[in-house]
């Protein structure tokens, strides 16, 4: 194995001579396959049991157009800095400094590997529908399936970047035909009138489900989570065979999953009522389609949950060992992190996070999370990352280098100043509970930037960084504590 060049903001460095490159529609590939995985299946029952019709269609709404201003920004860093090529990571270090840098990295490769181990516990927990032998996903023979999955895809990983997008662009096709079909079927069942008796039925906090606002706000974690994956292009872009590529994909791919997602969840609304539908059990997509075409409706459902989440784990495969990989060229994740092999995938990124990924399968024998906390676990660990990017666009934007005029930047400003306020909201969404559970992911990771810098020679801290580093190992201590005392609970 040989270790790659020192710095990962260079994007000439990651793109070595005789490497094959990323196209469009692999770049869009990436960002629909990490988006659109197996919680997109349970979408009518999960929302349906956090909110009614009109909310949820609000949620969309709120969550569409934040999301879209967070995709503006990652098309526009991607044009305006040309020279940084591992995107979200880049951006963090490159507006706040290395030890912002490195939370960012952190938070994404978290969030990457977390939500692989619900994507392992769903896929088998959907096969259960042909071999109930494996439960819900999380017994022994799940995980020994789960562990075969896990270890084949690494091989793919292994190959190459370039050569495993070509894999995900069929694992992207297969997904979307039972996907569409679903759309097709329900959409030609849609009763308008029982849309309308939903609406009502929940009217003003009735039904057991608070307020208007309460039921907006509980359904924006499932939206988050819904949607990460938006920035995976961006992740790319010293890979891409264009740097356009990167903007088009970005939003091609989110455009694509944003009216997937609100088609199902508004379309299932008009054929079960709210309350049938939060009953449903997951993937809840399957009782629907069973409801209008009988049982072989669910078993589509299920093959086709195999196969988007199948390809989602593979996605953020790449995406959770590319993120390490490129910190530890900047000396902000320990240099061993960096080594990449002869086809230029980052193999021992890969061999180390599918390894956590292959203990917490194991550790679920024992001890359920249950896939909702992992989704949320995932989800609030990346807010940091879109948070970062989000600064450094804004900055970006109030700064006149001379490379926009006045109207340009102007604009760029106002984008980036809503994905801040969306972001802020879903901090809020996530509520205090799971962001102080996330501070144990982030307290610890504290050492791990001490070690990068130390074998490197560098400076650890600035005054400002200590501070931040000292806060947060301060609040992971007292959270852990909580969770011990019984003070909080998972």
């Not at 010293?238 to 609100?262: E, H, K, N, S």
């Not at 102007?410 to 501070?439: K, N």
Request: hydrophobic content about 55%; glycine content about 12%.
């Amino acid at each position: 194995m040989t270790t790659a060049p020192a710095t990962s903001l260079d994007a000439g460095a990651r793109g070595e001579v005789g490497r094959r490159k990323l196209t469009l529609l692999a770049l869009v590939a990436l960002v629909f396959g990490s988006m659109v995985g197996g919680g997109v299946f349970n979408l009518p029952g999960d929302l349906s049991a956090a909110a009614a019709p009109g909310a949820i269609l609000t949620g969309w709404a709120i969550s569409g157009v934040g999301m879209l201003m967070l995709a503006l920004v990652y098309r526009a860093l991607a044009l305006r800095r040309p020279d940084l090529g591992c995107g979200p990571y880049a951006y963090a270090r490159a507006g706040f400094g290395p030890f912002s840098g490195f939370q960012s990295a952190w938070g994404y490769w978290v969030s990457g590997w977390v939500g692989n181990v619900s994507y392992a516990i769903a896929i088998f927990g959907s096969l259960s529908f042909f071999a109930p032998v494996f439960g819900s996903g999380d017994n022994f023979a799940s995980v020994v399936g789960a562990s075969v999955v896990l270890w084949s895809l690494h091989a793919v990983a292994l190959r190459g970047v370039a050569r495993a997008a070509v894999v995900n662009i069929a694992m992207a096709l297969a997904k979307l035909v039972p996907l569409m079909l679903f759309v097709l079927i329900v959409a030609m069942a849609f009763n308008a009138d029982k849309l309308v008796l939903n609406l009502g039925a929940v009217a003003g906090g009735a039904d057991g489900l608070g307020e208007f606002g309460v039921q907006v706000r509980s359904t924006m974690v499932i939206t988050l989570w819904a949607f990460v994956g938006v920035e995976a292009a961006s992740v790319y872009a010293a890979r891409a065979d264009r740097r356009a590529d990167i903007g088009r994909a970005t939003l091609v791919g989110f455009a694509g999953a944003l009216a997937l997602y609100v088609l199902i969840s508004m379309l299932s609304t008009g054929v079960l009522a709210r309350n049938e539908l939060a009953d449903l059990p997951p993937p809840s997509m399957a009782g629907v389609l069973e409801s209008l075409v009988g049982p072989w409706g669910a078993d589509l459902i299920a093959l086709g949950l195999v196969a988007s989440v199948g390809g989602a784990f593979l996605c953020w495969m790449l995406l959770c060992a590319e993120i390490p990989c490129a910190a530890a060229k900047d000396g902000t994740f320990p240099r061993w992190f960096a080594v990449e092999n002869p086809a230029g995938a980052p193999a021992n990124a890969l061999w180390f996070t599918n390894g956590l990924v292959q203990l917490c399968l194991i550790v679920t024998l024992f001890v359920n999370p249950g896939y909702r906390l992992l989704y949320t676990i995932a989800s609030a660990a990346i807010l940091p990352t879109y948070l970062f990017s989000v600064g450094y666009a804004l900055r970006l934007a109030l700064k006149d280098d001379g490379r926009d005029d006045r109207g340009r930047r102007l604009w760029s400003a106002l984008i980036a100043g809503a994905a801040a306020v969306y972001g802020t909201w879903l901090c809020y969404a996530v509520g205090l509970h799971d962001l102080l559970l996330t501070s144990i992911i982030f307290g610890p990771a504290v050492a791990v930037y001490v070690v990068a810098r130390r074998e490197r020679g560098l400076r650890i801290f600035t005054v400002a960084e200590g501070v931040v580093a000292t806060g947060l190992a301060a609040v992971a201590a007292a959270t852990a504590w909580a969770l011990f005392a019984g003070v909080m609970t998972l």
